[in-house]
Each structure stands twice: as structure tokens, then as C-alpha cells.
């Protein structure tokens, strides 16, 4: 999975969060909307479309500004399709979750002749970091934000994720690692989280743990496995049920070490290599 497409599964799981955020104001009724355009196909990978009251919310998040056809100009296209087939107002909101190179102008405006269409550009590395701090649903993004004291703004997140209850923990403590990956080293991101609180989490403590009885314990296990063929899933693709029978099948403590190693798979081969390592 993408980074800018693990941000659109989080402003999809957590709409009302992420409208508020970017809108500045709290939203409480808020839709996701199908990403499918009518006439030719868009691409429409990284965004997200939110109906608010009376408005819809168009997010889109980028690593870089470069695309085909030009930022500016698919903005412009995607105003023109929700408008047609909505016609409400659209408010466009620009994520950008890593600054551009020295002297790069950042557009808000498509601008041709007497045509103009303006969208808001939000820069993550400017913002506030304490919003995504106190938030556990935008914590994910808190690595990105502003700081001087990029390691201290990252012992915060962590400590926030520890603090998180048992069953939100394991899945944001994933999605934040992977973001921070975007700014931070992989070996400072595991050092800390594993320090933190890995140990806390439900890949690694209800796994292990020992239940009072037997059947908690099975219960445990199971939602373990669940958790990691989820997020496998997320990072390599859909498994072939030999790839996931084989996972069903492992032990408390390799399921531990694959819950950690994940965290670096890019493809199904790096599940592969993993697996060659037990023979």
C-alpha cells in the first residue's frame, strides 16, 4: 500500500475527523462517497469524497506535487464531475505529506485565460503537530508535522499509541509506523516503537499472554492472526490461501516475529523470503 493510499483508508475509517481537521470546524454527519466518475476513468487512488451538509469534501493526498495530467488540472476535472453529478458546492483540500524540493512553487489555482479554479493546499510539515497529537484517529499523520525536534515529536507519537485502548492500538501503532517511515529511519521507528510499546500491543502481548483459561487463550491467538493477515494484506496484496494457511499455522513466538517483520514488506516476495527463513 501506498502512502498516499494509507491516507485515504484513514480519512475513509474516520471521515468525521478528517472533514473537521481540514474544515477547521467539528462535522458530525459526514459521507463517504464512491470514488467512480462518470464519462472517461479518473484516477482517483488517493482521494477521497465526503458529503458534508449542503457540501461535498474532495481530499486528496500527495508525497509529491508531479503528476499526469498536472495537479492543478485534475483538481479542476474533479470539480467539474462531482459538480455535475452532485451539484453542491465542493470544497478541495490538497494534503501534501512531504515538502517539495528548494524553489518549488506550490499551486492553488488552475488559471487559463478567463478560466480560474482555486483549491486549498495543506502542508504537512507546517501544521501543528499537537491536533494529531490529541486526536487518535489523525495520530497516524503527527510524524509529518512541524517540529525542531524531529526525534522528540516522534517519542511523543509513540507515547500517545501506547496510551491508546488495547484494540485501537495495534492497528494506528501500523498505520504510524509506516507514515513516519516517510520522514524518519526505519531502524530509529522500530527502536523507538519497540521500546515504547510494542510489547503492549496485540500482535505481541495478547499473542503472548497466557489467558486464564485455554479457550481466551485460542481467542487470543485467533484475533492475532487475524490482525497480521489484515495487515499483510494492506502491505502485499491479497494472500493465496497457501500463504495464509501457513500463517494460521504458526507458532506464538513466530507469529510475534512476523508481526514485527511485516512492518518492512514491500511485496508478497518479502512474505516469501520471511517464510524461507523458518525452514
Known sequence: MSFDNLCKLLSEKHPERFASWVL???QTSVKVLKTELSIEPIRADYVTFLQLEGRILHLEFQTKLESTPPLPLRMLDYWVRLYRL???PITQVVVLLLPPAPGTVIE??????TTRHEYRVIQMWLENPESFLNDPALLPLAPLAA???PQGLLQQVVEKVNRLEPRQRPEISAYTQILAGLKY???LIRQLFREGMMRESVIYQEILAEGEQRGEQRGREAEGQLLILRQLTRRVGELPQEMRSRIENLSLEQL????EALLDFQAI??????FT???
Open 185 to 187: 529511519n526505519q531502524d
Open 108 to 113: 492553488t489555482v488552475f488559471s487559463v485565460e
Open 147 to 149: 517540529t525542531t525536534q
Open 269 to 274: 516476495a518479502d512474505l516469501e523470503s520471511w
Open 86 to 88: 452532485y451539484r453542491l
Open 256 to 259: 510475534e516475529n512476523l508481526g
Open 24 to 26: 477547521g470546524t467539528e
Open 277 to 279: 527463513t523458518l525452514e
